[in-house]
């Protein structure tokens, strides 16, 4: 049973940055895709970003809002994933979830295992 635990959420001002972590256990492989997802209240989780190893590189996807402002990363190695969040604005506030599949995906229903989400409020 693959599990999910992440770290670095918090409270930070409008323009600050934030460093998500992501530890994975378990039988966790290199090919899995591994993804960020976000959830604020009254609204749908939707991605954020996730990478995945192709053979020869990593692909990553970022939801157009985030581009060019939060990065992800991967450790194999350490079985870990990592959201760098930089310029934050308040609507970037919500639950931010780690994910784990086989598949590449945008949607929930791609990954099969999920952390229990860290907050991240940005005040204006």
């Known amino acids: 049973q693959v599990q999910l635990e992440e770290s670095g959420g918090g409270l930070v001002q409008a323009g600050g940055s934030l460093r998500l972590s992501c530890a994975a256990s378990g039988p966790t492989t290199r090919s899995y895709a591994m993804g960020w997802f976000r959830q604020a209240p009254g609204e749908e989780r939707v991605i954020v970003a996730t990478?995945?190893?192709?053979?020869?590189?990593?692909?990553?996807y970022y939801r157009d809002s985030v581009k060019g402002r939060f990065t992800i990363s991967r450790d194999n190695a350490l079985n870990t994933v990592a959201l760098q969040m930089n310029s934050l604005k308040p609507e970037d506030t919500a639950t931010y979830y780690c994910a784990a599949g086989n598949r590449l995906g945008t949607r929930t229903s791609d990954y099969d295992h999920w952390g229990q989400g860290t907050q991240v409020t940005v005040s204006s």
């Open positions: 990478i995945k190893w192709t053979g020869t590189t990593y692909y990553r």
